[in-house]
């Protein structure tokens, strides 16, 4: 049984065929530069127990010739007869507000419904759903499910998803914490309840998705009750370009002493700032280099980078009462030794004890035998986890 994964960016298409009786990936591709010079296919797969990588130039002028050129190279590669191979196709969608907290088959009504979560997600929402619609031109017969960022976030309590503003903005233009990188950290979850061998419901656990955008999440039970990022992705820790948390009266001030207009602010905010904006480099890997040359904002972008991460592991835990494992993950969480071991370090009144060694070693179990709290590295997959909720959606 084959799954088709995409992932419409608004001048790509990120793809992966699965099969799902192996649950392995055995095509990932993207096609980029969309209506763009210079647009290409880029993919790799094993064959023979090589890995091959290829690039191909070609002029890809819109999201259905791009979805054209998947096809035809799963048909040339035999990896798909015909599109009739497929069991379905599911699609990252970034928003779903409050409508969807599961995966949902894609018809007009739902498709229509998406399209009214654009306000809410302007940069990602429209991608997605050009994605959408090239594909049940071209592949009409196939199931087409929606997957969603904000879906496994739904189970927050009003409480902890609701802002302190007057009701009128979230009755009636949604204002209100939705979170992102759902996906991933239900994966994880789900990882690291099979490595603990227990039931994802008898557990209490911090996810930590570090990468370019980061955010972590409060999971009680098995089920997100809080999460760093917001209405908007911006919200939450200190990331690649992001600023995460800041006094919102910032804005207004900026406004009124430099004359920045909101586009902006909302350019530096989103594009210019977390640790782009402390040291010039947004690259985890660069800012380690600059840091041990002895650059002093590089030094300082790291030193915040990582106290934000601990203060709100602090608040997590305060909010779980019991924490019986921290989860990191995402391009940074997996690989960042040295991140993991400061946001862990001096954490032994909430029963953390890191075991240096083991961290460097990159040790799926990085805590030391007498933690009271298990430190775990597990590698996200979420194109995995899409393709496996689309099938159980259309099963």
């Not at 298409?13 to 699965?18: N, P, V």
């Not at 204002?175 to 603990?196: D, I």
């Not at 010039?280 to 840091?291: L, T």
Request: include cysteine.
């Amino acid at each position: 049984m084959k799954v088709l994964v995409l992932n419409s960016g608004s001048s790509s298409i990120k793809y992966a065929l699965f099969d799902m009786d192996t649950q392995f990936a055995q095509i990932i591709g993207l096609i980029e530069r969309i209506a763009e010079s210079g647009s290409a296919h880029k993919y790799q797969y094993s064959s023979g127990g090589i890995e091959q990588k290829q690039i191909i130039s070609l002029a890809i002028n819109n999201h259905q010739q791009g979805l054209q050129a998947v096809f035809t190279l799963l048909s040339e590669l035999n990896f798909i007869q015909d599109i009739s191979d497929l069991f379905c196709i599911g699609h990252r969608v970034v928003h779903g507000g409050e409508k969807f907290c599961q995966p949902t088959l894609i018809d007009s009504t739902v498709l229509a419904e998406i399209k009214k979560m654009i306000p809410l997600a302007p940069l990602h929402n429209p991608a997605n759903i050009t994605g959408i619609e090239a594909a049940m031109v071209y592949a009409q017969s196939v199931p087409q499910v929606a997957v969603f960022d904000t879906a496994f976030h739904q189970t927050m309590p009003d409480y902890a998803f609701r802002y302190a503003v007057p009701t009128s903005w979230y009755a009636e233009q949604g204002v209100r914490r939705y979170g992102f990188h759902g996906t991933s950290h239900f994966y994880v979850a789900k990882q690291a309840a099979q490595y603990l061998n227990k039931p994802l419901n008898t557990l209490n656990l911090i996810t930590l998705h570090l990468g370019n955008g980061a955010s972590m999440a409060a999971i009680a039970s098995g089920k997100s009750i809080d999460t760093t990022m917001g209405m908007t992705p911006l919200e939450g820790l200190m990331m690649g370009t992001r600023s995460g948390d800041l006094d919102p009266a910032i804005i207004f001030y900026l406004s009124r002493t430099l004359g920045f207009t909101q586009n902006e602010i909302d350019n530096a905010l989103n594009k210019q700032s977390g640790l782009k904006g402390v040291c010039g480099e947004n690259d985890m890997r660069a800012v380690h280099k600059m840091a041990d040359k002895g650059d002093q904002q590089a030094q300082l972008a790291l030193a915040m980078y990582s106290y934000r991460i601990k203060k709100y592991i602090g608040a997590y835990t305060a909010v779980l009462g019991r924490v019986d494992a921290l989860v990191f993950t995402g391009g940074i969480g997996e690989h960042d030794a040295w991140l993991r071991e400061q946001c862990c370090s001096d954490l032994s009144i909430l029963g953390v004890e890191i075991d240096v060694e083991k961290n460097q070693q990159q040790q799926r179990e990085i805590n030391q035998v007498e933690s009271l709290v298990k430190v775990l590295v597990i590698a996200t997959n979420e194109e995995l986890e899409i393709a496996q909720q689309a099938e159980c959606c259309v099963r």
